[in-house]
């Protein structure tokens, strides 16, 4: 059985943050916080470890107290290249991807995706909401490190679709799709503050 110590909880945090200018979504402030913020509290009691994937500003990142990696392949590459060095660093045979800019994280989801892997016995476990595979929220073994160096290197940079190649477990989220909604430009960060029932 996985328990909550085999697992590292890895926030994606590397992305050029396009649609929100250009700024690093991790840092943005939502509330009277940056965004990682509510992510780390909302992740870190549910995993043995933590780490960051940044690829600028890491002093910043190293700030929150865990350790900060950033991509070895150069020049913002993806998901794919933030989750590879995630798995070629973290200490215990399972790593949690989760992304910065997804403030409602449920404190059942490491339970949900551990339940998914172990009832469906799949190579990884990833968040279904109900209506859409949500491939940013996966539990991967480390044991998939090579093959997804050889996926990257043969040029794949499609999260879903190396996720789907392994024809993951789905932890069903159908009951609470409202959790995995992601902040990706200031219209929605704004509608998010103007809609958090409580302070952020």
Request: charged share 20%.
């Amino acid at each position: 059985m996985i328990n909550k110590q085999d697992i590292t909880a890895m926030i994606l945090a590397g992305g050029r943050g396009t649609r929100m200018g250009g700024r690093d979504k991790g840092l943005v402030p939502l509330g009277n916080r940056p965004m990682i913020a509510h992510v780390l509290q909302a992740i870190r009691p549910q995993v043995g470890n933590l780490i960051i994937n940044a690829n600028r500003n890491l002093s910043r990142y190293a700030d929150f107290g865990f350790p900060v990696i950033s991509d070895e392949l150069e020049g913002f590459q993806g998901p794919l290249a933030g989750i590879l060095a995630g798995l070629q660093s973290v200490p215990t045979p399972w790593m949690l991807c989760i992304p910065c800019d997804v403030p409602g994280i449920p404190h059942d989801l490491v339970a949900r995706l551990i339940l998914a892997q172990e009832e469906q016995q799949a190579d990884m476990a990833v968040v279904h909401d109900g209506d859409r595979l949500q491939p940013a929220f996966a539990l991967i073994p480390t044991t998939l490190t090579r093959d997804l160096e050889t996926c990257l290197n043969r040029g794949e940079r499609q999260l879903r679709q190396w996720c789907m190649s392994h024809h993951p477990a789905l932890a069903d989220y159908s009951d609470a799709p409202q959790h995995f909604i992601n902040i990706n430009d200031h219209k929605e960060l704004e509608h998010i503050q103007a809609s958090a029932p409580d302070p952020l």
